[in-house]
């Protein structure tokens, strides 16, 4: 107890180089924070993957389409209990260099697809809406707040992938039921697209991006896969199934490097909390070094010193921790505004919690044993010698 | 006003070797983080700037953001091919390039996963029109066979691509012949053939782009404008090459400087206030020799400015030190997906004079923004009362 009130009291006496020391902890704290979930939010497509879903797609790569007619095969296969299928349409909104204009956009089919993905909730009656009309699309409910979308909007942008102006009316807004659902894509009719490319290039022929299959169980997906797989392979299209979770995972090791550079970046972090902290540390102890020897005088053990130096260090750590994880979240809501589309889903992990924690303790741990260890050495007589 | 010498100011620091140590750690880690990611960027910039040569000229359907979404159908190539804008070769055949750009996936060597490649068919001409692309194993392959020689970027960074392997794609077997150079270009991260072999085995009618020495390059807006005026014409784009790589770059080096400009600003935070605590610190303890050097006549602003100094040398030696450790990047090499053409690409960490720079020069505001405050608190001590602190 009364060591507790000799910590306090050493906080005090520098009362703007402990509270700049905490400041310092809790940027670096706020920081680690933030890249962690940045890299969480890299990983959303893979954490809201569906445990039942799979995706069928061209063998040799994703931008080729696969035949249409390769639906009612598919969905043959024993353990396949729906199919549905997309189309990436890409597109071009507004200016193109603004992050804010590019979301997913995709075709898909109307009576199937939002059966597929339960996690898209739809108003009963704009689904039906979104399935009367040809030009008819479903937005995302992130989506169309960034945008200022409202049912009847008309959305107009530049194909690239299928060139020439294309437009829609937005029909539907749906929200996302799980904390990981992506609420910023958009979704039209298959049918539209096939009409309208029959229309404007007529010759060029329209097939389905990639097939969606909803297994009965976990369980038959190597099976699943293998089956369908095999059908195709001598086909013009062969195909590579796989489950939702791995083909997601495939896009996020794309970007590897990216999340390998960030992590050694938070390791960085680390280590300048460290370098902060063990600064004031050893700046304190060193102008206390005759104070300390006053103390062992007195009777104090190694051990209380020890607990001095290390509890003051402690303290200032973790209310350096404390605060920057509370500023982590503003910080990143902050973040996900200005960046909105880029990042559909972010969110403060529990984890990430209990590691900008850890990541204070191990510093203020660290920091302080040199410094106490000097404490403990240093005979009383040279102590009480030193000129501060 | 007389200064205080200079060998004051580095002795402080060096009285107090671990502080000024610890304090020169965090400014250097922070400089290392803010100039890997200048030279991040500027390297993905430099490999794909350089690929565009600024001779040449690329025609892509409009509006496409990509070759990789890029349609030309012959009878627009022919058009395109016989215009006086395309310049001759030596029988005055025009040096164009007919190219179909697509995308196949192959396995990546150290994580096992699968990455996206570019695979390009060219024309004959395409290597006189890059010249900066050369075989530096095997030989150039053959038009009108299964042949394909690949980048060397590729060749380290995937799996069986190696000379004399064969390759699966597009329902076809293609066999490895060589292995180019292209000095570092986004041409190192592709693998090229004949188009008219790709586009059969792919089922693909049309190219993706046409490229082409200009013939002059002077008259690149004339011919920009008759393309524009020609009905059968409407739906292309003429593009200088540096222009479209340009492009390319634009969205992912965008996205590297914000997420790292983000961070490091954050971080320098952090460093600024590992600058004031040791600059404060030392304010306290040297108290009385201020109070002495104002005693011997030295102005406030001598103190000022001596404080302030310090705590720039300060940074200074931890950005010097951040740089030194961010050189040692360049050495790394990194093969990323870009969105743009949906394929990886695989470039290095570019240190330049600019990045040099504006690494220094972002020590040198951290150590004036962390010193200043501790400097004014120097600057304003009552000589009597520093003389008599303990």
Redesign the interface.
């Known amino acids: 107890m009364k060591l507790m009130r000799l910590i306090f009291k050493n906080l005090f006496r520098?009362r703007?180089?402990s509270a700049?020391?905490i400041?310092?902890?809790a940027?670096?704290v706020?920081?680690f924070g933030?890249?962690r979930t940045?890299v969480g939010a890299w990983n959303a497509g893979v954490t809201g993957a569906a445990a039942n879903r799979m995706i069928t797609r061209h063998?040799?790569?994703?931008?080729?389409p696969i035949p249409l007619p390769y639906r009612d095969e598919i969905a043959r296969v024993p353990g396949v209990t729906a199919v549905s299928w997309a189309n990436w349409f890409?597109g071009?909104y507004g200016e193109?260099?603004d992050?804010k204009n590019f979301w997913p956009r995709f075709a898909v089919d109307p009576d199937t697809y939002f059966d597929l993905y339960p996690e898209f909730q739809v108003p009963p009656d704009q689904l039906a809406a979104f399935r009367k009309e040809r030009d008819a699309c479903i937005v995302g409910r992130k989506l169309a707040q960034q945008h200022g979308f409202k049912l009847g909007d008309v959305i107009t942008m530049?194909?690239?992938?299928f060139?020439g102006r294309w437009q829609w009316v937005v029909r539907g807004i749906y929200t996302g039921r799980d904390p990981s659902t992506d609420e910023t894509q958009m979704f039209f009719q298959f049918a539209y697209l096939f009409e309208q490319v029959r229309q404007r290039e007529p010759g060029r022929p329209v097939d389905a991006g990639f097939y969606i299959l909803r297994v009965g169980s976990s369980d038959a997906m190597a099976r699943v896969a293998a089956a369908v797989d095999t059908q195709f392979v001598n086909s013009?299209a062969?195909t590579k199934t796989e489950s939702e979770r791995e083909f997601q995972?495939?896009f996020v090791?794309?970007?590897?490097?990216?999340i390998t550079?960030l992590q050694v970046?938070s390791v960085?972090?680390v280590?300048?909390?460290l370098?902060?902290l063990?600064?004031?540390i050893?700046?304190s102890v060193r102008?206390r070094t005759r104070e300390y020897a006053v103390l062992k005088t007195l009777g104090f053990s190694g051990r209380h010193l020890v607990a001095l130096v290390l509890g003051e260090a402690l303290v200032i750590s973790l209310s350096g921790g404390v605060v920057g994880l509370l500023l982590t979240f503003p910080v990143v809501k902050g973040?996900s505004k200005a960046?909105p589309t880029?990042f559909p889903v972010i969110n403060v992990a529990p984890l990430t919690i209990a590691l900008g924690l850890g990541a204070a303790l191990l510093a203020g741990l660290a920091a302080a044993a040199i410094p106490a260890n000097r404490v403990v050495r240093t005979p009383i007589v040279i102590g009480l010698r030193t000129v501060? | 006003m007389m200064r205080i010498p200079f060998s004051y100011i580095w002795r402080s620091l060096w009285a107090r070797r671990l502080t000024t140590g610890l304090t020169i750690g965090g400014v250097a880690l922070v400089v290392f983080v803010f100039a890997g990611v200048l030279m991040l960027a500027r390297g993905l910039e430099a490999t794909l700037v350089e690929s565009g040569s600024p001779d040449n000229a690329i025609v892509l359907r409009r509006s496409a953001t990509s070759e990789l979404s890029s349609q030309i159908d012959r009878a627009t190539a022919d058009v395109i091919e016989a215009d006086a804008g395309v310049a001759r070769g030596a029988e005055g055949r025009p040096v164009l390039s007919r190219e179909v750009v697509l995308v196949i996936d192959l396995y990546k060597k150290k994580s096992n996963a699968l990455g996206n490649v570019s695979i390009r068919g060219v024309s004959s001409r395409a290597l006189e029109l890059r010249p900066g692309v050369h075989i530096v194993q095997g030989r150039p392959f053959q038009f009108g066979t299964h042949e394909v020689v690949v980048g060397k970027s590729i060749a380290s960074q995937f799996k069986g691509v190696t000379l004399g392997a064969e390759l699966a794609f597009g329902g076809d077997r293609w066999s490895v012949v060589g292995i180019t150079d292209a000095g570092g270009t986004a041409f190192d991260s592709e693998i090229w053939g004949d188009a008219d072999q790709f586009m059969q085995a792919f089922g693909r009618p049309v190219y993706s782009s046409l490229t082409f020495r200009l013939a002059d390059a002077g008259h690149f807006d004339q011919f920009k404008a008759r393309l524009q005026a020609d009905p059968r014409m409407q739906y292309v784009e003429l593009k200088h090459e540096r222009e479209y790589y340009k492009e390319q770059s634009q969205t992912l080096a965008t996205f590297i400087r914000i997420l790292g400009l983000v961070v490091t600003t954050i971080f320098s935070f952090g460093a600024m206030i590992g600058a004031m605590i040791t600059m404060y610190a030392a304010v306290a303890n040297r108290t009385v020799e201020v109070g002495t050097l104002r005693a011997l006549g030295f102005a406030r602003r001598s103190v000022l400015g001596a404080f302030l100094l310090e705590s720039v040398v300060l940074a200074l030696v931890g950005g010097a030190l951040g740089v030194a450790l961010a050189a040692l990047l360049s050495f790394a090499r990194i093969s990323i997906i870009n969105f743009q053409s949906f394929s990886e690409i695989g470039f290095g960490f570019a240190l330049s004079p600019g990045v040099v720079r504006s690494a220094l020069l972002f020590a040198v505001v951290m150590g004036v923004v962390g010193g200043f405050l501790p400097a004014v608190r120097a600057a304003r001590l009552n000589i009597v009362n520093a003389l008599r602190a303990s």
Do not use: K, W, Y
Not at chain 1, 59 to 64: E, K, N, P, Q, T
Not at chain 1, 158 to 161: A, K, P, S, Y
Not at chain 1, 253 to 258: C, D, K, L
């Open positions: 520098h703007l180089r700049l020391t400041l310092g902890i940027t670096a706020m920081a933030l890249i940045i063998r040799v790569s994703l931008i080729f890409g071009v193109p260099n992050f530049e194909g690239d992938i060139p013009r062969p995972q495939s090791q794309m970007s590897s490097a990216i550079s970046i960085v972090i280590a300048i909390i370098l902060v063990g600064n004031t050893v700046m102008e973040f960046l880029f501060g």
